[in-house]
């Protein structure tokens, strides 16, 4: 009875060795799998990173080219409408022109050749306005920002606010106005852009537009989740507000 006792005592002993080996033959099996599967997942999820960047700059390549000239035919448009201000325009132009054709292919320009392309381009627009028009400008620049002259605003996000604003303003209306702010304070870029605009022209200007469109696009391509833009229309006021957090973005770029 007592040999019985021990053989089964041994037997359940090696049982439990055997199940403790098998246990930790699996396991380690199971752990080698598994870290197989991550490397393989960390290599896809690379790979998918690089598709998915150039997949954005061919995108941005695309929306660029659809841009540029809609730009130039808007702002030929302005100055030939106005002949008797030529030296004016062309001079305006010429800032213009060159940022286009030498700084607009670049991924990023700095917050200062932005605002002064912005700002010339105001004043380009501003030639088919009425002297009398209610046309208000407010720039609010820190020039002493450390972001200021950094490589980090993507050229022409200003274009589509302002060419809106002109485009689609119901300069018949005795209450009509154009406002437009900038500023960049504390790292943040912010962009405000209203006008009184007919329901029509509202309709058209949601409904239109390649710029819009394209706006919104490279936004999120770009910037991620460091913007926000908000659009919104009361009592025939449109407005468009666009702001970028160009610290974080500047840090990010910095620290990666």
């Known amino acids: 009875m007592e040999g019985n006792y021990y053989m089964i005592h041994d037997y359940l002993i090696f049982i439990g060795v055997f199940a403790i080996f098998f246990f930790i033959t699996v396991s380690i099996y199971l752990f080698s799998q598994n870290q197989k599967f991550k490397i393989r997942n960390a290599r896809l999820s690379e790979a998918n990173k690089i598709i998915e960047q150039r997949l954005n700059e061919v995108q941005l390549e695309h929306i660029g080219t659809k841009l540029n000239p809609h730009l130039f035919k808007n702002i030929l448009n302005s100055v030939q409408s106005h002949a008797y201000q030529t030296y004016m325009s062309l001079d305006k132009l010429a800032n213009v022109l060159d940022y286009i054709l030498y700084e607009s292919n670049n991924k990023f320009v700095s917050p200062k050749d932005e605002l002064n392309f912005a700002l010339s381009l105001i004043e380009i627009n501003k030639i088919k306005v009425n002297p009398l028009f209610d046309f208000r400008i407010k720039s609010k620049i820190n020039k002493s920002d450390e972001i200021y002259e950094e490589k980090i605003f993507a050229p022409l996000i200003s274009v589509d606010l302002i060419e809106n604003a002109f485009k689609h303003t119901d300069f018949l209306a005795q209450d ?31 409904k239109s537009g390649f710029g819009s469109q394209s706006l919104d696009q490279r936004l999120k391509m770009i910037y991620n989740d460091h913007y926000s833009l908000h659009k919104n229309s009361k009592n025939g006021i449109f407005t468009a507000e666009l702001k970028i957090n160009l610290g974080e973005v500047y840090d990010k770029m910095r620290y990666s």
């Open 176 to 206: 009509s106005f154009i406002s437009i702010q900038l500023e960049l304070e504390d790292r943040i870029f912010t962009m405000k852009v209203s006008n009184k605009a007919s329901l029509k022209n509202m309709l058209e200007k949601e």
